[in-house]
Structure formats: structure tokens, C-alpha cells
């Protein structure tokens, strides 16, 4: 199992606004590099905020990009999987849409009758964790479903507590060239943070892209 975190950053550090509307950070080239990566991973990963601030497809959008992937056996679409303890993904979000499979991530918190309505709207739904889902049983049950490269684009928390469990093998970060702010905009990695043992990467590669700069970590 691979798994790749992806996110676009301003020069501060910062996903979006105290807000957390989305906002545009990067730009033509970058959503290409993204859109390729969506292309070449089995699975593209999401928290259940992100789902409820942007409601996003996780789809490839390029038809050539599609084309290709079932040229060599794969879906047409990455999978979306969303880690969602209580499971409060909304009955019409687009990650129900029939475009790809859904893998819900969930705990026993959610209970017996959501997970029950998310499988009545054909989504694969994982149990792993008593309160919160736990993310090393969760992920590690994905390759049953076919999965073993996923990418990860968000959010903060999510992206903290794969950091945390040890499941993160690369970081892929395009940063912006402007400014956001704001003590309570979300970051890369929000939860808890670190105060000891942090997470060591080791910078692989540097490339000017738009009008940022896209660093591609190897986590040591």
C-alpha cells in the first residue's frame, strides 16, 4: 500500500480561508499535475470536511487521461474514499454520484442504521475504531478492495492523522504566492500537532509550476 498526500498551500502554510471556502491557490499547470496523479492512483482520499466545504467529484476530468486507465484494465475512475467516523457525508453529495466507487471509512459511532443508508446509496462501507475511525485497520483493508496507491488530498485533519499512524510515503505540496492568514484557517496538518518525534521528510524535487513552486517529499 502507497499512499501519497497531495495539497496546495499559500506561502503561510494555509489550505483556505478561517472561512474554508475553497479558494484558488494553484493554477492551470498544477490542476493538470493533480489531474494526472488522480489518473495513476487506484484511489483518491478525502476527510468528511472537505466533503461537507466542497463537495468535491475526485474524478479524473481529462477523457484521454480516462481512456487510458481503462486501456490498461483499471475503472475509469480512482476510486473516492472518505474518512468519515460518524458518517455525515450528505445523501446528495457528488461522492454518491454513480462517475466511481465509494469507500466510506467509518466507526462504530456512526451506527448501525447510517451505515445501512450510506450501503442503500451503493457505497462500500469499512467499520474499523470505536469512536474514530481507526486509519491503519481502515487503509489497510483497502487492497481487498483493489487498492494500493492512494492519493490524499485533504484535508488538514485527515492529513495529521495518516502523518501520525505512520501510513504516509510521500508529500507532494505546491505552494502558492500569496498570503491567507488567520490563526483559525486550516493548514496542511492540523489535529494536535507534534511536540516531539516529528515526521521527517527528505526533499526528492523542486519545480517551478505557475506562479508557485511544487516540493515532492520521500517521508524517511
Given at each position: 500500500m502507497q499512499?501519497?498526500?497531495?495539497?496546495?498551500?499559500?506561502?503561510?502554510?494555509?489550505?483556505?480561508?478561517?472561512?474554508?471556502?475553497?479558494i484558488a491557490i494553484s493554477g492551470a499547470e498544477d490542476f493538470d499535475r493533480v489531474d494526472a496523479l488522480r489518473t495513476d492512483s487506484d484511489a483518491v482520499m478525502v476527510g468528511v470536511g472537505t466533503v461537507l466545504a466542497d463537495d468535491p467529484s475526485l474524478t479524473v476530468d481529462d477523457p484521454d487521461r480516462i481512456e487510458a486507465r481503462t486501456d490498461r484494465?483499471?475503472?475509469?475512475?480512482?476510486a473516492r474514499v472518505v474518512a468519515d467516523s460518524r458518517l455525515r457525508t450528505p445523501a446528495d453529495a457528488t461522492v454518491?454520484?454513480?462517475?466511481?466507487?465509494?469507500?466510506?471509512?467509518?466507526s462504530e459511532a456512526a451506527g448501525d442504521d447510517?451505515?445501512?443508508?450510506?450501503?442503500?446509496?451503493?457505497?462500500?462501507?469499512?467499520?474499523?475504531?470505536?469512536?474514530?475511525?481507526?486509519?491503519?485497520?481502515?487503509?489497510?483493508?483497502?487492497?481487498d478492495h483493489g487498492i494500493e496507491r492512494?492519493?490524499?488530498?485533504?484535508?488538514?485533519?485527515?492529513?495529521?492523522?495518516l502523518f501520525e499512524a505512520?501510513?504516509?510515503?510521500?508529500?507532494?505540496?505546491?505552494?502558492?504566492?500569496?498570503?491567507?492568514?488567520g490563526r483559525d484557517a486550516p493548514t496542511l496538518a492540523d489535529g494536535d500537532g507534534f511536540v516531539e518525534s516529528f515526521v521527517d521528510l527528505r526533499l526528492d524535487e523542486i519545480e517551478r509550476i505557475d506562479d508557485g513552486v511544487l516540493l515532492q517529499y520521500a517521508v524517511s
Open positions: 499512499v501519497i498526500v497531495n495539497a496546495a498551500t499559500s506561502a503561510d502554510g494555509k489550505l483556505s480561508t478561517r472561512r474554508r471556502e475553497q484494465g483499471d475503472p475509469p475512475q480512482p454518491y454520484d454513480d462517475s466511481a466507487e465509494t469507500i466510506l471509512l467509518t447510517a451505515v445501512a443508508d450510506a450501503r442503500a446509496r451503493n457505497a462500500t462501507v469499512i467499520v474499523a475504531g470505536d469512536d474514530r475511525v481507526d486509519l491503519p485497520a481502515a487503509v489497510g483493508r483497502l487492497p492512494v492519493m490524499v488530498e485533504g484535508g488538514g485533519e485527515l492529513v495529521f492523522s505512520g501510513l504516509v510515503d510521500e508529500l507532494s505540496v505546491f505552494v502558492g504566492s500569496l498570503v491567507i492568514g
